[in-house]
C-alpha cells in the first residue's frame, strides 16, 4: 500500500481523554512524537492480543465502551471509535496509553515496551476507520470532503448523497431561474465571500420586501438540526428550501403558486436535461419541486469548512497558526468569567448541533438581552422568536445561537443585523444586554426576564478585548470563498495568461516523481521549506494530497514545480501548483 493510502487512512482515525472543549489532555509535546515504525509485519494480531488483555474490559472489544465495567465507572471510558478520536495525534494516543489519564485510565508502560504501545496507537486507529466505514455507507456513495476532526452529518434516507445531486445542486443554488422575475437566486443572500451569509442585516426578496431577519450563514448546517433563528420544526434541509422559493411571507423568490412554471424553465435549459437525468436516473419525471429541493440540499450539506487558521493552531499542524494575541483570546472565550463557549462551544461552536452517530441532538434558543420592551411582549412584534411557535411567554426573544465560524465575515450581527460589527456585539455582552434609550424599542435588555443565564455583565480591559477580537477572526476559513466544488457554474471559467503570484504562508519548490491522479496526489522531491519542513531530495521522494485533482492534469515526472503547502491533519496538503520548469534530457 502506497504512504498516501496509509495517510489517508490513519487520517480518519483517533481521542483518548479531552476537556470540555473537544481538545486533548495529553501535554503539547505529545503531539511531536512520531511512531519509530518499529513494529512487526504481524502488528495486527500483537496489537488485537494486547488490546483484548489490557484495554477491552473498560473499552470494549469494539472500542465503544459499552461493557459492565465501563458502566460502573464515575466517568465513562473512551469510546474509541468516536469521530473525535480524529482530532488527536498518533503521539498523544502514545502517551496516554504509557501516562494513563488521571484516576481515569492506568498507564501501560510497564506493561508494554515500545513498540507493543505503537502497535496499540495502531490497533485504536484501525477501531475508529472501521467505524467510520460503517458510518460512510449509511449516507450514500458521495466522496466527503470532511475537515480533520468533524463527524459526518445526518442524510435521509430518502435522499442519500451522490456526486450527481450535488452538482445538479450547485447549478439550482446559483440559477436566477428560481425566483418568478429572474432577479435572485439562493446565491443572492448566500454570498460564498461572506461564508455563505449576506452583507445586510435583513434579507431583501426578488420583489424589494425587506425581511424581518438576517439570511444566516450555511457553511456547516449540515450540523443543524433546527435551520431557522426561531423556528424549532424546520428540520430538514429539502423542506427548508421550499420555503424562499415558494414562501409569501415574507416573498423571497417568489415563486409560490408557480411550481408547473418553475419545471417549465428548468426543462427548457438544455444542461438540466442531462443533469436531472445522472443525479435521478431511475425516475420517469426527473424536473420534480421534490427532486430540486433534494438537490438543493444534498450541495448545501457539502459546505463543509473547518480549516480557519484556529484550526490549523489547535490540531497542532502550525503552532504559530494564531496570534499571541488571539491564543489570550482563547482563553478569555472559554473562561467562566465570560461565559461565551457554554452557547458557542464544541467543534462548530454553536450550542445546537447533530451529526451521525450522536444520540440526541442539541437544540437551543436564547434571550441575550437584545431588547426589552414595555408591554406583553418584550422584544418586537416580528421578532419573538421561539415564542412564534410556541406562544409560551418565557419563549419570547428565544432565538438559535449561530455558529461562530467565520463570524468576522458574517457582519453584521444578531438575528435582525441590528448589532453592527464585533466591537458592538462584545460590547453588547459585556453590557450584559443593549439599553436603548428612546425610540420605539426603547428598554434596558439587561432587565428582560428571559435573558439567558450565562449573559450577564464581565470586566474586560481594553488589551483583552482586542485579543477576544483576534481570537474571532482566527475562526475565519480563507478556501471558502475559493473552493472550486462551491462557486457559480454558470460563471465561465476565469483564464489567465500568467500565473498569479503565490500567497499562501509556506511556498514548496520540487520536482515532480510520480502523479497520481485518480487518488489526488502527488509524490515529490522538494528543497526545504524555511520554518516548515526539511528538504527531501532523490532518491527519496514524499507524498502530498491536493485540494484540487484537477490540478494535476498536465504534470509529468521531471517537471519543476511550486505550490502553496499546508498540513492538515496528518496530510501534507498541495495548492496552487505552477509549472515553473521542465527538466531536459542530457
Same mark, same amino acid.
Given at each position: 500500500m502506497r504512504a498516501v493510502l496509509f495517510i489517508i487512512i490513519v487520517a480518519s482515525c483517533s481521542l483518548m481523554g479531552h476537556d470540555a472543549h473537544g481538545r486533548a489532555n495529553a501535554p503539547q509535546e505529545a503531539r511531536r512524537l512520531k511512531n519509530p515504525g518499529n513494529t512487526s509485519p504481524q502488528w495486527k494480531e500483537s496489537a488485537q492480543r494486547n488490546y483484548s488483555r489490557y484495554c477491552?474490559?473498560?473499552?470494549?472489544?469494539? &472500542?465503544?465502551?459499552? /461493557?459492565?465495567?465501563?458502566?460502573?465507572?464515575?466517568?465513562?471510558? @473512551?469510546?474509541?471509535?468516536?469521530?473525535?478520536?480524529?482530532?488527536?495525534?498518533?503521539?498523544?494516543?502514545?502517551?496516554?496509553? $504509557?501516562?494513563?489519564?488521571?484516576?481515569?485510565?492506568?498507564?501501560?508502560?510497564?506493561?508494554?515496551?515500545?513498540?507493543?504501545?505503537?502497535?496499540?496507537?495502531?490497533?485504536?486507529?484501525?477501531?475508529?476507520?472501521?467505524?467510520?466505514?460503517?458510518?460512510?455507507?449509511?449516507?450514500?456513495?458521495?466522496?466527503?470532503?470532511?475537515?480533520?476532526?468533524?463527524?459526518?452529518?445526518?442524510?435521509?434516507?430518502?435522499?442519500?448523497?451522490?456526486?450527481?445531486?450535488? +452538482?445538479?445542486?450547485?447549478?439550482?443554488?446559483?440559477? *436566477?431561474?428560481?425566483?418568478?422575475?429572474? @432577479?435572485?437566486?439562493? $446565491?443572492?443572500? #448566500?454570498?460564498?465571500?461572506?461564508?455563505?451569509?449576506?452583507?445586510?442585516?435583513?434579507?431583501? &426578496?426578488?420583489?424589494?420586501?425587506?425581511?424581518?431577519?438576517?439570511?444566516?450563514? !450555511?457553511?456547516?448546517?449540515?450540523?443543524?438540526?433546527?435551520?431557522?433563528? &426561531?423556528?424549532?420544526?424546520?428540520? *430538514?434541509?429539502?423542506?427548508?428550501?421550499?420555503?424562499?422559493?415558494?414562501?409569501?411571507?415574507?416573498?423571497?423568490?417568489?415563486?409560490?403558486?408557480?411550481?408547473?412554471?418553475?419545471? *417549465?424553465?428548468?426543462? &427548457?435549459?438544455?444542461?438540466?436535461?442531462? !443533469?436531472?437525468?445522472?443525479?435521478?436516473?431511475? +425516475?420517469?419525471?426527473?424536473? @420534480?419541486?421534490?427532486?430540486? /429541493? *433534494?438537490?438543493?440540499?444534498?450541495?448545501?450539506?457539502?459546505l463543509l469548512a473547518g480549516e480557519s487558521p484556529y484550526d490549523v493552531y489547535r490540531r497542532g499542524d502550525d503552532p504559530g497558526a494564531i496570534s499571541d494575541s488571539a491564543k489570550r483570546g482563547e482563553a478569555l472565550f472559554f473562561s467562566e468569567r465570560l461565559e461565551c463557549f457554554h452557547?458557542?462551544?464544541?467543534?462548530?461552536? /454553536?450550542?445546537?448541533?447533530?451529526?451521525?452517530?450522536?444520540?440526541?441532538?442539541?437544540? +437551543?434558543? #436564547?434571550? @441575550?438581552?437584545?431588547?426589552?420592551? $414595555?408591554?406583553?411582549?418584550?422584544?418586537?412584534?416580528?421578532? /419573538?422568536?421561539?415564542?412564534?411557535f410556541t406562544q409560551q411567554e418565557d419563549d419570547i426573544g428565544k432565538f438559535k445561537a449561530p455558529t461562530l465560524r467565520n463570524i468576522a465575515l458574517t457582519a453584521p450581527y444578531m438575528h435582525d443585523g441590528s448589532v453592527k460589527t464585533l466591537e458592538d456585539a462584545i460590547e453588547h455582552y459585556r453590557l450584559g444586554g443593549r439599553k436603548i434609550l428612546a425610540g420605539p424599542h426603547a428598554g434596558n435588555g439587561f432587565e428582560n426576564p428571559n435573558k439567558s443565564e450565562f449573559v450577564k455583565s464581565f470586566e474586560i480591559s481594553a488589551s483583552e478585548k482586542q485579543d477576544l477580537l483576534a481570537f474571532l477572526r482566527s475562526l475565519s476559513d480563507p478556501t471558502i470563498a475559493t473552493n472550486p466544488d462551491w462557486q457559480d457554474p454558470w460563471q465561465p471559467a476565469i483564464v489567465t495568461q500568467r500565473p498569479v503570484p503565490l500567497q499562501p504562508k509556506y511556498i514548496i519548490h520540487g520536482e515532480v516523481v510520480r502523479v497520481y491522479e485518480e487518488d489526488g496526489a502527488i509524490s515529490l522531491h522538494h528543497d526545504e521549506v524555511p520554518g516548515f519542513m526539511n528538504a527531501m531530495l532523490s532518491p527519496q521522494a514524499m507524498e502530498f494530497v491536493v485540494t484540487d485533482k484537477k490540478s494535476l492534469a498536465g504534470l509529468k515526472p521531471g517537471m519543476r514545480i511550486a505550490a502553496g503547502v499546508r498540513k492538515r491533519g496528518s496530510d501534507y496538503l498541495l495548492e496552487q501548483i505552477q509549472v515553473q520548469r521542465t527538466r531536459t534530457k542530457k
Open positions: 477491552a474490559s473498560c473499552h470494549g472489544e469494539d &472500542g465503544k465502551a459499552r /461493557t459492565s465495567v465501563a458502566g460502573k465507572m464515575p466517568v465513562r471510558p @473512551t469510546d474509541l471509535t468516536n469521530y473525535l478520536m480524529e482530532s488527536m495525534k498518533e503521539g498523544e494516543i502514545y502517551w496516554v496509553v $504509557a501516562h494513563g489519564i488521571d484516576q481515569r485510565m492506568p498507564a501501560f508502560s510497564q506493561q508494554l515496551n515500545e513498540a507493543e504501545r505503537w502497535e496499540l496507537v495502531l490497533w485504536v486507529r484501525e477501531l475508529r476507520h472501521h467505524q467510520s466505514l460503517m458510518e460512510k455507507a449509511q449516507l450514500g456513495p458521495y466522496q466527503w470532503k470532511l475537515p480533520p476532526g468533524f463527524p459526518y452529518p445526518k442524510v435521509p434516507s430518502d435522499n442519500l448523497m451522490t456526486a450527481e445531486k450535488v +452538482e445538479l445542486g450547485r447549478h439550482l443554488f446559483y440559477d *436566477k431561474r428560481l425566483s418568478l422575475n429572474q @432577479t435572485q437566486s439562493c $446565491a443572492t443572500c #448566500h454570498q460564498a465571500s461572506r461564508a455563505f451569509a449576506d452583507q445586510r442585516g435583513r434579507g431583501i &426578496g426578488s420583489t424589494g420586501e425587506v425581511h424581518p431577519r438576517g439570511p444566516m450563514s !450555511l457553511i456547516n448546517v449540515a450540523y443543524s438540526p433546527v435551520l431557522t433563528w &426561531g423556528n424549532p420544526n424546520m428540520r *430538514k434541509l429539502e423542506d427548508q428550501a421550499l420555503v424562499p422559493m415558494f414562501g409569501d411571507h415574507p416573498v423571497e423568490l417568489g415563486m409560490v403558486g408557480k411550481e408547473d412554471l418553475l419545471v *417549465k424553465r428548468l426543462s &427548457g435549459q438544455p444542461r438540466y436535461g442531462r !443533469l436531472f437525468k445522472e443525479a435521478f436516473p431511475s +425516475e420517469t419525471s426527473q424536473i @420534480t419541486i421534490s427532486n430540486i /429541493t *433534494k438537490a438543493i440540499a444534498s450541495f448545501e450539506r457539502t452557547c458557542h462551544g464544541g467543534f462548530n461552536l /454553536t450550542g445546537s448541533v447533530d451529526y451521525l452517530g450522536k444520540g440526541m441532538a442539541e437544540v +437551543e434558543f #436564547h434571550n @441575550t438581552g437584545l431588547y426589552n420592551l $414595555a408591554g406583553k411582549l418584550s422584544y418586537p412584534s416580528a421578532n /419573538t422568536g421561539l415564542y412564534e
